[in-house]
């Protein structure tokens, strides 16, 4: 028995990870002879309807299907999409039929998180915020996660092995664990163990809610720490939070009062894009966890559109090879690849693989400011919702 239940990648890569009716469906066709060449889509809406979406997951989509004898279109990542397909297939159906389930898993969950970060990001655009999130998921998609919140133009994360896969530094400085391992009372002594053990590269970021009042800790991390305090973290448990804007003003308060400069003040702890908005302007940085972390999955679904050349379609969807388009005013149009698109409409299904090999980069810096522009110019997030 293995020792945790995960997935092998290797499942992935051969389609093992799937659901059984797929491999039915191909034990069918090829009894039957039967392999036409389709054109299959991937699509949350059919319509725009003005709720728009960050694409997240392609990477990971790309490599699913590469080396297959596939052709494939998508939106590139960090571009926002409201209806119309964000991917599409052309090729024998059953080079890719077995793949549908782990595609549709790669592109929605990331979305999904993807999403919810850059809603985060646009309600404090000039705040730090970093993702605290993988605690609250499985630990073998703690990447996905980490990666979501980057692309989205978050700006760090806290996991380390996540760090590793994605080239990033993991950040974070202490827990209320430390705290209480030291015991009430100790704080001092915590902080200054800290200040010893700890790199000097790492920012000094004392954790003040613990044992007693915030204002009264943070004061006391500013005498321990003195010029080497960097900042104090708020970590407040929900119920007890109170009123955490006036906390958190206090706290600046008090610090100015003592003639204390330089100390930023960081907020975590059941944080949304409500908080951050309430937040904002009296808070430097924010840790967002299970907002980005346990966002709603897109849903999407794979759908055969043309067979052997002819528009195909299941009641309900939309026959036909599409395109869809941003205009200038940042509108989102659908419309079918072989007629013409909107006036000044930029399309965006873009080649992603030709003959099975992949013809894009990747960059994930370059994603998260494509993510932040298209945010821009679509409006997302500007009415605080």
Sequence with gaps: MQPFDIVPPEDIRDGTATDAYFQRTETTLRHAGRNPTVVAEVTADQFPDGDFELLAGVKDAAALLEGLAVDVDAIREGRLFDGGPVLRIEGPYLEFARFETSLLGFLSHASGMATAALEARRAAPESTVFSFGARHVHPSIAAVVERSALLAGLDGISHV????????????????????????????????????????????????????????????????LGDDLDSVRIDTTGSRRGDLRHIVREVRWELD????????????????????????????????????????????????????????????KLSGTKQVYRTPDGGHHVGLAAREGPADGEPLLEPLIRDGEVVREFDLDATAERALADAEAVGFGSDGS
């Design 257 to 316: 009062a003592r003639g204390i400069d330089g100390v930023d003040v960081f907020v975590s702890g059941g944080l949304g894009p409500a908080e951050l908005r309430e937040l904002r302007d009296v808070a430097d940085g924010f840790g967002v966890g299970g907002y980005v972390s346990n966002a709603d999955p897109v849903d999407f679904a794979l759908d055969i559109v043309e067979v052997d050349g002819e528009p195909a379609a299941k009641r309900g």
């Design 161 to 224: 092995a996540a760090g590793e896969v994605l080239d990033r530094e993991a950040a974070g400085t202490m827990p209320h664990a430390l705290l209480i391992c030291f015991g009430r009372g100790n704080q001092e002594v915590a902080w200054r163990a800290f200040d010893d053990a700890v790199a000097p590269e790492v920012p000094r970021v004392a954790l003040c809610d613990t044992y007693s009042d915030e204002v009264d800790e943070v004061l006391r991390a500013a005498e321990t």
